[in-house]
Each structure stands twice: as structure tokens, then as C-alpha cells.
């Protein structure tokens, strides 16, 4: 669960600092126009210059200060929002994890990179733009009207009266035009973010479609809609702007109105006027940034909504509170796997893509899995992977699946998916995900297992400054073939040295003697290793000691039919 105020409490006594320093900047500020205003108007009057020296000594103190504190507020506050911001993104992250494969469908990955990065900064900048201002302008505030009441009661009356409008009026009033813009902001971000993405990586096929255009300009509405919600934003800041600036006016025309008579009436000293009419000035400095302040509030209110939809999705599969370890096998190798009456139902799916399996697999064990599309192949490899809940036993040597965490499940078990992830990095990079630090000799072992040893032995010909290895692999693994791109996941999971090992369609995207070649040296590397082998093709004698085949999926019922819930695919073992 991501909790901003805990993220916030870990950090609270550097946002406190932050908070310090800022007010000590604004009151330097403060004390500096106010001493001016007295140096300037004592100075006229040309008294010895020993009695300006006070003056003139505080008025370099507050002029190095403000600068000194403000450069100090911001990286002590700075530092605090950083700190928070890493904490917080880790933390959606981490559910993001534990909610993928099974329950993220419902957000488009546009949306998902919208709030993992965008959503997240908008909650730190509260803390930046939000929190910090408001309390500065708070205690400068407070600090102005003592100052402005104790020269004369009547100008401190009326800087408090435009301070308290300016603080109260001007951000409603920002806040209550901009609520509805701000609201539109972060859907068509993450709008933006999804077209620009569909754009780029779809690029190819909408080209060949002749549907570029209309897709850029999907896009382009997008972000002109993004751009006026931004401008009303700015509009309503400004207005916001101009009711302090106004608000400001008044307070230094009142300081004015109130201290020539006072002057005359000899109830202030002469030299004071220009420091009553300069202190609302300092006074205001800090206030004018509160309507942006209230804005920045709101869209982190709106940002952490979007965070708070994420952390609060329920989890497809919910770790055990209290839960226990594989039990050991006593023979030594994998566990023993046993799976009795078997279902399971994707999240949000109204039927079971798996029902009635039973199955027993002994340690060592090579299984082949085949069935029609849709029969359920890769839902019973995602059940073993730990990453969905399901009814029936599971066991992995005596220890129902369902009491083990998915962490300790994906130690025993590894999986090679049909979409496994390439990423835009060199080839050893991409297969040392699965063994970080392994050296080059296992990275080529593996390659080999996986039927890549010519081509490897062809990118360390064409590699004048390093090995095969070093190959950049392009965005999505661009840069190699369908086939290749597989058998480098077979590659990587092979690496990943589990004893369970479930590889969905190894043999996709290859012809049928590549197919039947990298079976044999994956088979040969699977040697002392539970495998579970998913596919569509007759498999070569000697790859798996046996076969089963899921029943096709059942046909979808009319609506209106009876009891289709008694439909049951009982696999052929
Ligand atoms: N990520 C998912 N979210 C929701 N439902 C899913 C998901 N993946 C699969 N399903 C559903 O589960 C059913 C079984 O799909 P599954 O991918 O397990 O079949 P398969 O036998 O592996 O098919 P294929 O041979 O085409 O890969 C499908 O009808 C599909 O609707």
C-alpha cells in the first residue's frame, strides 16, 4: 500500500529545515527593505555616519542572507521532495509488480507511465510548490503586521486586513476557476502519453496502413486540449496574481494614507514612513506565490487519486500473511508438483480459462503441454508462476502454492514467455536480467542451449571493438529477428538456473528443423530440472517424457442459456 503521508513523515524534519530556512530567507528579506527604508530616509537627514553604521552593516547582513538562506532552503528542500519522490515511486512500482501480469489490463501503458512518473512528480511538487510557500508566507505575514502595528497600529490594521485577502481570496479564487482544468490535465496527459506511444511504436504498421495522419492527429487534438487546460491553468494563476498584486496596492497606498497624517500628527518619526510603506512590499513577497501554491495542491490532490486507484486495485493473488517455505525435496532436485482439479480465472473474467486439470509431476520430470488456442496453457503456466489465484490444489512438494510468497515461487519456478521483454541494451545486459553478474563463458553457454551459437559466432565476426556479446539489441530487441528475439528469452531463462522451468512455445517463430535442433540442446540443458514445455507442434522424440493436451476452450454460451456454468474441460492426461 503507497502511503504519501508515511513517504511524507520519513521526511518531515528535512522538510521542516527546508520550511526554516525558507521563512529565515523571506524575514532576511523582510528586515532588509525595512532597514533600507530607514538607512535611505535617516541617511537624508546627514547625521554623523557612526549612527548609519548599524544600518548600514545590517542591510549587507540581509542582503547576503536572503541569498545565502534562499540557496540553502533549496537544496535542503530539494533534497527532502527527491528523497521523497524515490520512495514513493518505488513504492507504486513495487504494487505495479505485484499487480502485472494478471491485473494491470485495465490501464493502457500510456496511462501507467502517466502516473508512475508524471502523478508521482505532481504529489512531490505539493511539498515543493505547496507546503513549504504556504508556511512561509505565514510566518512572514505574521512577522510583517507585528512589525507594521508596532510603527503605527492603523497601517499594521490594514496590511493584515489586504495580507489575510490576499491570502484567502486570491488562491480561492484561483483554486475555484482552475478545479475544473485541473481536472481534464492529468486524463489527457495520460492520453498524450498513450497516442505518442501507440504512434512510435506502432509506427510501422500505420504507415503501411496509410493511417499515420489520422492517428498524428488524434494526437495533436490530444495535446491541443492539453494545452488549453494548461492556459486556462495559467490564466486563472495570473488573475490570482493580479487580485494580490492588488491586495498589495492597497496595503502600501494605506500604509501611505495613514503615516503623512500620522507625520503631521507627530505620532510616527519621519524617518519611519518609508519603512512602513516599504514592509508590505517584503510582506506580500511570499503571499503573491500562494495561488500557485493552492493550484500545485490541486493537482497533487488529483495526482494522488490517480496513485490511490493503482495502490488500491486488490492484488489478483495476495501474498500469504504468514508464509512457509518449498519443502525441501529429500531426494534432492526439484520439488515434486501436483495439481488436482485445477481452475483458474483470470481477474474480471466471468468462467475459469482452466478448469479440472489433474496432473502430477515428478522431480526431474519433462512435460509437454499442448491444446487449441484459448485451452488454457499459459493461464496454467501464470497459475504456477504465482501470479494467479486459483481453486483446486496446487502443490509444490507437499506446500500448497497458495501458502508460499510469489517471491519464493519464482526462485523455484522460472518462465519463459511467448512475449518475453527484450531490452534496448546489449545482448549480455539483456540475458544477465536473468543472472546479474554471469560471466561471458555462461551468457555463450546459454546462447548455445538456445540454438544461437552460429549467430552469436557471426556477431563476433562483425564486432570489431568487443565480442557478440556487446551487441546493442534495439528497442524491443528491433535489431533481431522474431526468432531470434525467443530464443534469447530461452537463453535468459535458461541462465536463470531455476528448478522448475516452464517455456511457453520455445519453438514459436522458428522453422521446423531450427525448431526441432533448438529442442534438443534446450533439452539437454534442462537435464536434472522439472520442465513443463508448452506447445503447438508435435515435439521430437526424447525432448519430454510425456504429452498432454488441454481440452479445447469451451464454446461461449448465448446469454440467455441455461446452467453454462456446468461446462467442463477435463484435460486429456
Ligand atoms: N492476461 C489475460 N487476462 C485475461 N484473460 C486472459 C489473459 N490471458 C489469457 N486469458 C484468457 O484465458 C483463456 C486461455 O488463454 P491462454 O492464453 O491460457 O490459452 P493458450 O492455450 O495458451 O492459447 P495459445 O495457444 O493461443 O497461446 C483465453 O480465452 C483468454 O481469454
Redesign the pocket.
Known sequence: MVNTARIRNTIALRLGAGAALGALSQLSALALLAVSGYLISRAWQQPPILYLMWAVTSVRLFGISRGVLRYAERLVSHDAAFRGLERLRLAVWRKLVRLA??GL?VWRSGDLQARLIDDVDGVGDRWLRGTLPAISAAIVAIAAVTLQFTLLPAAGIILAASLGAAALLAPALAAWSSRLAMRTTAAARADLTHGVQSCLHGREELVATGTDTVALERVLHTDAQLRAAHARIAWTAGLGQGAGLLAMAVAVLGALATGIPALGAGTLDGVLLAVITLVPLAAFEPVLALPAAVQQAGIAKDCGRRLVEITETAEPRPDPVEPLEVEPNPAGGPPYIEIKRLAVT?PG?PAP?LKGLDLTIQPGERVGIT?P???????LAAALMGFLPYEGNLRFGGVELSELDGDTIRQTVGLCS?NAHIFDTTLAENLRLARPGAPETELARALRWAGLRDWLDALDRANANGTGLDTLLGEHGRAVSGGERGRIALARCLLADREVLILDEPDAHLDAATAERVLRTTAAALEGKTAIIIT?RPLPAGVVDRVIS?DP?PVPAPRDAPNSSTVDIAPAV
Open positions: 501480469p494478471a489490463p483470470w473474467s480459462a491444446g488456442s484459448g485451452s488454457g496453457k499459459s493461464t511467448q503447438h488441454l476452450p
